[in-house]
């Protein structure tokens, strides 16, 4: 099955440059090019691709309002891998929120934005090494009270929990099977059923819910 690719970026240089490694790719096709989030939206409408490569910061509208309104279309949604310049930015947390899928730096290595495509294409979520714990616990130091996904918590198995207080520190699936000694399917049951319980979209937002309530706190142990 082909990927089918669309670049949105400010930058006509970093368009060219993703969508020459991609389209070198027998799997991915880039189906288009946006230079800002309001060409993105609609060319994600008509086009509907698999998945969106988001700028975070473009002019009209940027790629957090973008990946919102995407996101409010429902199953027919692309799925975003948000890429930025900046390894400590606050835009990245809100992007979590707006429903992004995944994060890389601009400055990534070529197999490592085709393989976080592939990720992202398949149903699973990315955050970047050089993003995801330092990131999280800058950024969701402030806990919300209740509300929202993070109520369901307490309605999951204990094992469930543990898998989500693994998830909240950026672990993947390997990782946290590694921890748990249990097999990776077995970890993938449980995220899956953690998704379904608490009618979240992937593991990235499983993040967001987690810190947001207060189940998980920056700098604990899992």
Aim: aromatic share 4%; hydrophobic share 45%.
């Amino acid at each position: 099955m082909t990927i089918r690719v669309l670049i949105a970026d400010d930058q006509a240089l970093v368009r060219d440059g993703f969508g020459m490694i991609l389209d070198a790719q027998p799997d991915i096709e880039v189906v288009g090019e946006a230079s800002d989030g309001r060409e993105a939206i609609e060319l994600a409408r008509e086009l509907r691709p698999d998945v969106v490569l988001m700028d975070i910061r473009m002019p009209h509208v940027d790629g957090i309002e973008a990946t919102r309104r995407l996101g409010a279309e429902g199953a027919a949604s692309p799925r975003i891998l948000m890429l930025t310049t900046f390894d400590g930015d606050d835009y990245v947390y809100e992007a979590m929120k707006a429903g992004a899928s995944g994060f890389l730096l601009k400055d990534v290595r070529r197999d490592e934005l085709v393989s976080a495509v592939r990720v992202i294409a398949g149903g699973d979520a990315l955050l970047a090494p050089a993003l995801t714990r330092r990131l999280i616990e800058d950024f969701v130091r402030r806990p919300r009270p209740g509300g929202g996904a993070g109520e369901g918590l307490g309605e999951l198995t204990e094992r469930e929990r543990e898998v989500v207080r693994l998830v909240a520190r950026g672990l993947s699936n390997a990782e946290i099977a590694a921890s748990l000694v249990v097999s990776e399917a077995t970890v993938k049951t449980h995220v899956a059923r953690i998704l379904s319980k608490l009618g979240l979209r992937d593991r990235v937002q499983v993040v967001v819910a987690a810190y947001e309530s207060g189940f998980v706190r920056p700098g604990e142990d899992a």
